[in-house]
């Protein structure tokens, strides 16, 4: 629904702010969670005691988002991890 929807125009904060009356079943849909309201299988989950990471691109106009799993927090692994993620990436209009 979410995908359709996108597809035919809508912002994601229109979509969002539609979900509860459109799915009203959906848990998921309904008012956020706070913290200290999250289930216990969470608590579960197994940490990574902050050695993964992760770099965001943002395009600024369309809000486009790529999220850049890294294998190092240095320069070099960031580099190499942003260049292989936005290899297949379509130039824009001014460089052609």
């Given at each position: 629904m979410v995908t359709e929807r996108l597809r035919s125009g809508w912002s994601?904060?229109?979509i969002a702010g539609r979900l509860p009356q459109l799915v009203p079943d959906d848990q998921a849909?309904?008012?956020?969670?706070?913290l200290d309201e999250r289930p216990a299988e969470v608590e579960r989950r197994a940490r990574k005691n902050g050695t993964t990471a992760v770099?965001?691109?943002v395009e600024r106009t369309s809000r486009f988002l790529i999220l850049v799993p890294l294998t190092g927090r240095d320069s070099l692994s960031v580099t190499d991890a942003v260049i292989a993620v936005t290899d297949g990436l379509p130039r824009p209009f001014a460089d052609r």
């Open positions: 994601p904060a229109s849909c309904r008012d956020p969670r706070f770099a965001t691109l």
